[in-house]
Structure formats: C-alpha cells, structure tokens
C-alpha cells in the first residue's frame, strides 16, 4: 500500500513555471514506477509523464509529446517524493494533476490503468 500526496498546484501566467511534488507513504518507494496524469474539465484523463522504479535498470522516462522540452520528471528516493517541474506554461495545460504509482514494471507506463495508487489530485491554472 502507498498513500500519495500532491501539492504546489495553483494558478500562473502563461510561460511561468511551477513545480509539483508527489509525497508518498512507506518504505519502498523506490520499486514503484510513478506518473503525473492530468484531467481537463470535460476532458479525459491524460498521461503526462513518467519515470520507472529506481529498482529498475535500463527504464526510461516518458513524456507526452504536448510537453516535451517543457515539463521534467524526478524523483528523490530519499524523500520518497516525486516532481513535476512545468516550465514555459500554456493555458491549455490548465488542468487538474494526479501523481500516480505502480509496483515496479517498465511497461505500459503511459496507461493510467496500469496505476494502481493515485493521489488526490492538484489544480494548476494558467492563464493567458
């Protein structure tokens, strides 16, 4: 089990920057792949990026291509939190974001239902 915890969200002009953070629960958060997803108002949930366990050699790290070169994945396993640095900010980026976590696996990483442990969600809002 592993609770998750967001925050940093909040509201910014177009090409600002904001970082998130994922807090979780426990003591193997390191075999844990984690994700950050996002949730437009009527829209479906998307994938945002992703970054395998750390137990994982060889995993890669996956962005969806709307925020690629602007939006960094990272994680400290010694603070068992991850980030989601957002740079260059769009309004349309405005949207609800879920950090979310997986038992080790370096498949399937963009699928959100693959995640079996999702956080409670944080706003971001960027206006024009």
């Known amino acids: 089990q592993v609770q998750l915890v967001e925050s940093g969200g909040g509201l910014v002009q177009a090409g600002g920057s904001l970082r998130l953070s994922c807090a979780a629960s426990g003591r193997t958060f390191g075999s844990y792949a984690m994700g950050w997803f996002r949730q437009a108002p009527g829209k479906e949930r998307e994938f945002v990026a992703a970054?395998?366990?750390?137990?994982?050699?060889?995993?890669?790290?996956y962005y969806a291509d709307s925020v690629k070169g602007r939006f960094t994945i990272s994680r400290d396993n010694a603070k068992n939190t991850v980030y989601l640095q957002m740079n260059s900010l769009k309004p349309e980026d405005t949207a609800v974001y879920y950090c979310?976590?997986?038992?080790?696996?370096?498949?399937?990483?963009?699928?959100?239902?693959?995640?079996?442990?999702w956080g409670q969600g944080t706003q971001v809002t960027v206006s024009s």
């Open positions: 970054i395998p366990a750390i137990t994982r050699s060889g995993g890669s790290i």
């Open positions: 979310a976590a997986r038992w080790m696996g370096a498949s399937g990483l963009t699928l959100s239902n693959t995640y079996g442990y």
